[in-house]
């Protein structure tokens, strides 16, 4: 159980456009979803929290203009990339809760690996 | 300061060893204590969890908890091949989760 899907596991664009990347959680309702970004050999480091239903909130540094999230459904959240440069590639992860068992443990999905040229 | 300090390592050991990694953190409030271990350009896979000091075992693994001195610690037992990967803390509170750089590990044959 808990797993979480990520789709595309990887995208090459170019500079000026924008990629959406899905997040789903297949086996469980998830209330909130989470976005990371990972760069080699660092940290993750959290970019927003999607509550489903409404407005994701995001962390200090990150555009919210620039990253849009919706989460639309109990099982799925999408990250749209907008005017992607070549500073935006990077790891993306997101990650879920399970709202029925009502932790705070965070099951991530594979990632999505973003290559802006 | 960073909230959760990991050592990157990377931590060599041979098939069989015991591994112990471990993490500190600065925030007495952090509730919540993972570890996850992440497999090369892959997502984070979770391997224990524990809301309290003090130790949970599952299989080889042992997770355990000092939070009077804001210690976390993974040990590893009979430590395999297939155990390679970065291990990385986590704590935090119900709503964000503070991760560690994450410690590489290789476990030789």
């Known amino acids: 159980g808990a797993v979480v899907s990520q789709h595309p596991s990887w995208v090459i664009c170019k500079s000026g456009t924008s990629v959406k990347i899905e997040c789903r959680s297949l086996d469980f309702q998830a209330t909130t979803m989470f976005w990371y970004r990972q760069f080699p050999k660092q940290s993750l480091m959290l970019m927003a929290t999607?509550?489903?239903?409404?407005?994701?909130?995001?962390e200090q540094g990150v555009e919210k203009d620039k990253f849009l999230i919706n989460h639309a459904s109990l099982t799925l959240s999408t990250l749209t990339v907008t005017s992607a440069h070549p500073e935006d590639s990077s790891f993306y992860i997101c990650?879920?809760?399970?709202?029925?068992?009502?932790?705070?443990?965070?099951?991530f999905g594979p990632g999505t690996r973003l290559t802006v040229l | 300061q960073k909230e959760v300090e990991q050592d990157p390592g990377p931590l060599s050991v041979p098939e069989g060893a015991i591994v112990s990694l471990n993490c500190t953190y600065s925030?007495?409030?952090?509730?919540?204590f993972m570890w996850y271990r992440q497999y090369s350009r892959k997502g984070p896979e979770l391997l224990m969890y524990?809301?309290?000091?003090g130790n949970k075992e599952d299989g080889r693994f042992t997770a355990q908890v000092d939070k009077s001195s804001k210690y976390i610690s993974l040990f590893i037992r009979d430590s395999q091949p297939s155990d390679s990967a970065t291990y990385l803390c986590?704590?935090?509170?119900?709503?964000?989760?503070?991760f560690g750089t994450g410690t590489r590990l290789q476990v030789t044959l």
């Open positions: 925030n007495s409030a952090f509730q919540y």
């Open positions: 524990t809301y309290s000091s």
């Open positions: 986590a704590t935090g509170t119900a709503s964000k989760l503070t």
């Open positions: 999607s509550n489903e239903g409404s407005k994701a909130t995001y």
């Open positions: 990650s879920a809760r399970d709202r029925v068992l009502s932790t705070d443990t965070q099951y």
